[in-house]
Structures are given as structure tokens and as C-alpha cells.
């Protein structure tokens, strides 16, 4: 079959793998020429490593100069009946080729992260193939829903808090900008983005670890977040978002001081605002999303998510003495982003901006071509009218 991308709104319902492939083999190309990383951990688990930041995170972490084994955990769909399957799925795949080529072990453990049954499988792997240890835990979940464990589930909706707010959303489906009026969240959706973007996930899963003796001397933890400029503040930091994250930093700090029995530490770890299958869903983003690649990409700042995790090894989390944080204890990747001179230059486009120019005004191309990208679309050098055999891509496994 040919595969053509598909989109519904901001959600892609088809990805290439191919491109997949190609997006996994450009980013190993980047980290091995870029710093490398010094002094690292050998033995990584990720939560959330099949796209994005938790993705870039292990790309860098077994290529771009630590040669880390890896065991990556992420919830994706195979090609079935109903579909090609998603660009994680592929990426998993190709990812633990390239790492095997590379004589590096990488376990994919396809599956639902808030399970017991996931928990056990990840004790189980770490127990054969890490010799019952890790030394680095990731937690870059993203995700709109948790199971409550009784059949319900908590679901997190991205609301700003107290009023409501006018905003805009960018349909890549139908390259349209569309104004809406985001509603003041409710309690319980308020709650519910606390549960699934907060922290008290990644601090079970450390619990587990520590439970199963799985965390070696040493071992330090990352979870990732987003604070922003004012700008964003109405909808992301003052929001329901915003709330999971300042929660998720209250967890860094409980965590240091549990990880410090092992004379390890926990950051959270405050990145770039980029384009990823989770930050389309955010209203109100977008626009601000435009206006900063295009000022970033002008000034020659710009960076992406494989760009952001080979620095904050090579430069933040390893090889220095100390970890370098902020007053607040926040590990900072978001310092090129909030640059003063950038913030006053996206102040100015976003003044400006609406329906009528924000291809123009803002980097729409760049916007738009990323998210094809984390889908296997977009690359020049594929051919994207070439057939694909579903069958050899059954075959495959993660
Ligand atoms: P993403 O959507 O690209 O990746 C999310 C990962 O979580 C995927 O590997 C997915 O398979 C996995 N996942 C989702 N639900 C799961 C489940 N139930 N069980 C197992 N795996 C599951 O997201 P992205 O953007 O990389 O986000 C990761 C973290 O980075 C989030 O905490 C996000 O808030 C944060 N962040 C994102 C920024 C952005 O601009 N994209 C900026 C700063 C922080």
C-alpha cells in the first residue's frame, strides 16, 4: 500500500516507517557530532521513550557518547486491520536495530506505565538484563488519561484556572487557524490533570524501583517540564498543566532527598517549548509556538528535542561536579527560549498575529514539517509514493 499522511485536527492517524526510520537515523546522526557526553550512566530506564523527549533522550543517551543500554517503556499500536500502526511503534523498532548494530542493548516494553503488569515486566528486565540495577530513571510520560485502578480512569484536560481565556488553536489538518474561548477548568478537571501529569507517578515508580532494589548508587532521576514565558502563563503555568508541573517540581525535591539513601538525586528539568505529538493538543500554544521558532531559528538558537537531551547530558547532568539548578531547584534547558531579546521579539510577532498571516509571521512551514516528521513524513529523500509492504512490516517487532 501507499501511505499518505493523515491527519484529524492535530492528531496524526498514520505515520511512515520509513521516515520513522529516517527520523531515528538523522537524530543518531546529529548526537555523534555533536558534544559528547562524559562521565555517564551505562544502565537507563525511560518511561515514555518512543517519541519526543524520552525518544531524543535515548538516542542521545546510547549514541552521542555515553554508549548506554537502554530499557525504554511506551504505549503504542502495531499494524493491525485498522491502521499502519503509530510512529512510535516504528521508532521503538528501528531505534533497537540501530542500538543493536551498535552492540548496545536496547529493551522495549510496550505497554501501559500506570500497570502493575508493566512495573513487573520493567523489574523483571532490569533483573536480566541490567543485573538487577539502573543508574539513570527518565520519566517523560505525556498523556491524557490514567487508569484509577477500579475501571475509572482520571483524565487531564488542559483548562486555564479561575477564568476563562480566549485563545487559538492551530488544525494542521486543514492548515487553519481557528479562535476559541477555552472554558475555566472545573475541580475535577483540575484534579484529574494533577493525576495524570503530576508527580505522583513518577514517585511510585521510583518507590518501585527502590522496592525492588533495582536503584543503583548513584542513580539520579529526570522528569520533564515547562514553565514558559508570561505569555504562555494564562494557559499553561497559571492552568491546569502548569499546577501538574509545579506538583511534579514538589516531587523533584521529596524524590533528591529518597534518591540521596543512594547518593543519587531527582531534577525536574525544565525544557524548550517544542512540536511534539503531546504539545499540538495544547490551546493557546501554537500561535506562541510560530512566533518562537521563527525568532529562534533567526538568531540561530533554535533547538530541538535531540538537541535539548545532548546538551543536558553533555553539559547539565553529567560531567559537572554539581548539577547546575536554579533557586528554585529546576534544572533549566528552557534558558535559550527565554532569552530576553527572543521573548521581545515573539511579544512583537504575537501582537500582530492572527487568521490571516500566520504562515507569514510565524515559522508555519517549520511547525508543520516537524509534526509530519514525527509521523515519517516530510523527508526529501524517501519516496513517499513507493508501496509499502504491510506484510515484512508485520514481521517486525518492538
Ligand atoms: P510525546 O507525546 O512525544 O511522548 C510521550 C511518551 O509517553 C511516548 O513515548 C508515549 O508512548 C508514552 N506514553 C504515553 N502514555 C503512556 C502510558 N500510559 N504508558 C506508557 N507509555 C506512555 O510527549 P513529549 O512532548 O515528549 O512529552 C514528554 C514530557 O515532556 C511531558 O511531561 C511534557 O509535559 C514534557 N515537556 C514537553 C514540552 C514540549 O514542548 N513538547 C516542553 C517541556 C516539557
Not at 543512594?262 to 493538543?281: D, H, I, M
Amino acid at each position: 500500500m501507499i501511505i499518505t499522511p493523515i491527519i484529524n485536527g492535530v492528531v496524526a492517524r498514520s505515520a511512515h516507517p520509513e521516515g520513522c526510520k529516517q527520523s531515528i537515523d538523522s537524530q543518531i546522526e546529529y548526537v555523534k557530532n555533536a558534544k559528547q557526553i562524559k562521565t555517564p550512566p551505562k544502565r537507563v530506564l525511560i518511561l515514555g521513550a518512543s517519541s519526543g523527549f524520552g525518544l531524543a533522550a535515548r538516542i542521545a543517551l546510547t549514541f552521542g557518547g555515553a554508549n548506554c543500554d537502554t530499557i525504554g517503556v511506551s504505549f503504542e499500536k502495531g499494524p493491525s486491520q485498522k491502521g499502519i500502526g503509530t510512529a512510535g511503534w516504528y521508532n521503538n523498532i528501528f531505534f533497537k536495530q540501530r542500538a543493536q548494530q551498535a552492540g548496545r542493548r536496547a529493551i522495549n516494553i510496550v505497554g501501559d506505565a500506570f500497570s502493575q503488569d508493566t512495573r513487573d515486566q520493567v523489574i523483571e528486565a532490569i533483573e536480566t538484563y541490567f543485573e538487577g540495577e539502573v543508574e539513570l530513571v527518565i520519566y517523560s510520560l505525556a498523556t491524557g488519561v490514567r487508569p484509577k485502578g477500579n475501571g475509572e480512569f482520571w483524565k487531564s484536560a488542559i483548562r486555564p484556572v479561575g477564568q476563562s481565556l480566549d485563545g487559538s488553536i492551530i488544525d494542521l489538518e486543514h492548515d487553519r487557524w481557528i479562535d476559541t474561548v477555552m472554558p475555566a477548568a472545573t475541580e475535577n478537571e483540575i484534579e484529574g490533570t494533577l493525576k495524570v501529569m503530576g508527580g505522583e507517578d513518577w514517585e511510585s515508580w521510583i518507590d518501585t524501583l527502590i522496592n525492588a532494589e533495582a536503584v543503583a548508587q548513584g542513580c539520579k532521576t529526570i522528569a520533564f517540564s515547562y514553565m514558559g514565558p508570561e505569555v504562555t502563563h494564562p494557559i499553561y503555568l497559571d492552568g491546569t498543566l502548569g499546577r501538574a508541573k509545579i506538583d511534579l517540581h514538589q516531587t523533584s525535591h521529596f524524590l533528591n532527598i529518597e534518591m540521596a539513601n543512594f547518593g543519587g538525586s531527582a531534577y525536574a528539568t525544565v525544557c524548550k517549548a517544542l512540536v511534539t505529538k503531546a504539545s499540538v493538543f495544547i490551546p493557546g500554544l501554537s500561535p506562541y509556538l510560530l512566533a518562537l521558532y521563527k525568532v529562534m531559528k533567526e538568531k540561530g538558537t533554535h533547538e530541538d528535542c535531540i538537541a535539548q537531551m545532548q546538551r543536558l547530558f553533555s553539559d547539565k547532568l553529567y560531567g559537572n561536579e554539581n548539577v547546575p539548578v536554579d533557586a528554585e531547584r529546576l534544572l533549566r534547558m528552557d534558558d535559550l527560549e527565554l532569552d530576553a531579546d527572543v521573548q521581545s521579539q515573539v511579544a512583537d510577532i504575537l501582537k500582530d498575529m492572527d487568521h490571516s498571516n500566520f504562515k507569514t509571521l510565524g515559522d508555519y512551514e517549520g511547525f508543520k514539517s516537524d509534526f509530519l516528521k514525527l509521523n515519517g513524513f516530510s523527508y526529501d529523500n524517501i519516496d513517499y509514493l513507493a508501496k509499502t509492504d504491510i506484510t515484512r512490516l508485520k514481521k517486525l517487532v518492538p
